[in-house]
């Protein structure tokens, strides 16, 4: 049976909004020809008591508890996307301890499609194993840069202006 590791922000249950909702259908949908492995980032206190529902969907479920990060420690994840040409909307999303569990599923599972949920956590397609042969999709839920050049038009001072515009530059060219 084919392995499909899928890759989200959030447990994907309950699935009562949005990215939740698809995301949910696609598992529960795909596990009915396959083997799902589900990897979720979750904020600190996030749904991990979700994790039950989802496991008659899923052969594997971890998750990684993004740690809060310090005002230097944002400043230095900031920096980092600057250098690395990545949007700064990515910049609370990316943790090396979470691209190295992406990694070692992909090496330890024998996964044969990889299915990223949201452009914001495409900088881990980079940190896939070199040599791995699954097949990679990046599933963009929306279109990041419209999405702020619309919160531009709805802004409310010169300043989110300014931060807006400049995200949406840069998700344009990150997309």
């Keep these: 049976m084919m392995k499909v590791l899928f890759l989200?922000?959030?447990?994907?249950?309950?699935?009562?909004?949005g990215a939740r909702i698809r995301d949910f259908h696609f598992i529960k949908n795909i596990s009915r020809f396959a083997n799902i492995h589900l990897l979720s980032l979750l904020d600190i206190g996030g749904q991990k008591a979700d994790i039950s529902e989802l496991s008659s969907y899923c052969s594997s479920i971890d998750y990684f508890e993004a740690p809060r990060?310090?005002?230097?420690?944002?400043?230095?994840?900031?920096?980092?996307n600057l250098i690395n040409k990545r949007p700064l909307a990515v910049h609370d999303?990316?943790?090396?301890?979470?691209?190295?569990?992406?990694?070692?599923v992909?090496?330890?599972?024998?996964?044969?499609?990889?299915q990223i949920e949201h452009s914001f956590l495409a900088p881990y397609i980079c940190e896939l194993p070199a040599g791995h042969n699954a097949r990679t999709i990046l599933d963009f839920h929306n279109i990041g840069f419209q999405q702020y050049q619309r919160m531009l038009g709805l802004s409310t001072s010169p300043r989110e202006d300014l931060s807006f515009a400049f995200k949406a530059m840069?998700?344009?060219?990150?997309?």
């Design 8 to 17: 989200t922000y959030g447990l994907p249950y309950p699935p009562d909004r």
């Design 69 to 80: 990060r310090s005002v230097l420690e944002h400043f230095q994840a900031f920096w980092d």
């Design 93 to 104: 999303y990316y943790h090396q301890a979470l691209a190295e569990k992406l990694a070692e």
């Design 106 to 114: 992909v090496r330890t599972q024998n996964i044969d499609i990889i």
């Design 170 to 175: 840069l998700m344009r060219n990150w997309e």
